[in-house]
């Protein structure tokens, strides 16, 4: 079963604008991770973020976590249109499986 | 990082034959998992498989319709059996490289079943 929503189901947006994508879960976890598909193809690890953290950055990524909502956001700079693609977040429970949130579909205009 | 390679990378079959899905890691690791992503959906988790123990399934997948090996710490099969259209999914398998580290995915096996 899913672990939580992803935040908005769908997203579209201009080339240079910054793109925010929020994800909740549901049980305590020990890291969250964002992982991005193009088009049903394999999964890109973009960044990790352990529970202990609050925020973290990669490039033009920005990723926060707060544990008491339960939730995290992954926030997407000066975006272009190579980031179209699916957005998924993904929490480790102390299992070391993941549980993937219902993701969002981001589509960049040029 | 891990580099992780499966196949086939796409397959389509007719319903009732099974399919082995291959994965296999440029090095060794402890947990492989195998994941369903269903059309338009996320992802599921079907089982881990850890070498040298038998596969441990999630709720609502079974050994009988999914069984899977694990020979050895590079290598993993999926078995899909007696397949029916509503199998028709990217099957994706990942591993973790250490303790609280990223899981790497492999490029996944689109599978249409007719």
């Known amino acids: 079963s899913q672990q939580g929503e992803e935040d908005p189901q769908a997203l579209s947006i201009q080339e240079g604008e910054n793109a925010t994508m929020n994800c909740s879960y549901k049980t305590s976890i020990n890291n969250l991770q964002w992982y991005r598909q193009n088009s049903g193809r394999g999964l890109v690890h973009l960044i990790l973020?352990?529970?202990?953290?609050r925020e973290k950055h990669s490039g033009r990524l920005r990723v926060t976590l707060d544990t008491s909502k339960k939730s995290s956001s992954l926030l997407i700079t000066a975006s272009r249109a190579a980031d179209t693609a699916s957005y998924f977040c993904a929490t480790d429970t102390g299992r070391r499986a993941l549980t993937f949130g219902s993701g969002t579909r981001l589509q960049v205009q040029p | 990082s891990a580099v992780i390679s499966q196949k086939p990378s796409r397959d389509i079959c007719q319903r009732g034959t099974s399919l082995t899905i291959q994965c296999q890691v440029d090095?060794?690791?402890?947990?492989m998992f195998w994941y369903r992503q269903q059309p338009g959906q996320s992802l599921t988790l079907i089982a881990t498989?850890?070498?040298?123990?038998?596969?441990?399934?999630e709720s609502g997948f079974v050994i009988d319709k999914f069984p899977i090996s694990r020979p050895n710490l590079t290598f993993s099969t999926l078995t899909v059996s007696n397949m029916s259209p509503e199998d028709s999914s990217i099957y994706l398998c990942s591993v973790e490289t250490g303790y609280q580290e990223t899981q790497y995915f492999g490029p996944g096996t689109r599978l249409l079943v007719l």
């Open positions: 090095s060794q690791v402890t947990m």
């Open positions: 973020i352990r529970s202990n953290e």
């Open positions: 498989a850890n070498q040298g123990s038998e596969a441990t399934y």
